[in-house]
Nanobody
Framework: QVQLVESGGGLVQPGGSLRLSCAAS????????MGWYRQAPGKERELVATITSGGVTNTPDSVKGRFTISRDRAKNTVILQMNSLKPEDTAVYYCHAEIMPYSGSYYRHHWGQGTQVTVSS
């Protein structure tokens, strides 16, 4: 069984910073890409940032230059550093990872439970 556990959400004022962390645990043989997505009320889930096993990152223009994704492969952890936060960044943030378990032969998609980020004065 594989789990993704997120932490670090909360309430922050516009212009502030938050750091989200996501740790994968369980029967893990290998992790491919990891990333963060978000979903605001009434909107579809959207990409925030991804990072490959080789460290190549991808971020959309909406967060480029403000959000930075990194990972600690030894700890099976992915971090999202969010700076210069705006009210439109308010959403539930979900961790995602492509994980191959010891008992499997292909990568499966796994999601965290989500953590709320609210940017408001």
């Amino acid at each position: 069984q594989v789990q993704l556990v997120e932490s670090g959400g909360g309430l922050v004022q516009p212009g502030g910073s938050l750091r989200l962390s996501c740790a994968a645990s369980g029967s893990i043989f290998s992790i491919n890409a990891m990333g963060w997505y978000r979903q605001a009320p009434g909107k579809e889930r959207e990409l925030v940032a991804t990072i490959t096993s080789g460290g190549v990152t991808n971020t959309p223009d909406s967060v480029k230059g403000r959000f930075t994704i990194s990972r600690d492969r030894a700890k099976n952890t992915v971090i999202l550093q969010m700076n210069s936060l705006k009210p439109e960044d308010t959403a539930v943030y979900y961790c995602h990872a492509e994980i191959m378990p010891y008992s499997g032969s292909y990568y499966r998609h796994h999601w965290g439970q989500g953590t709320q980020v609210t940017v408001s004065s």
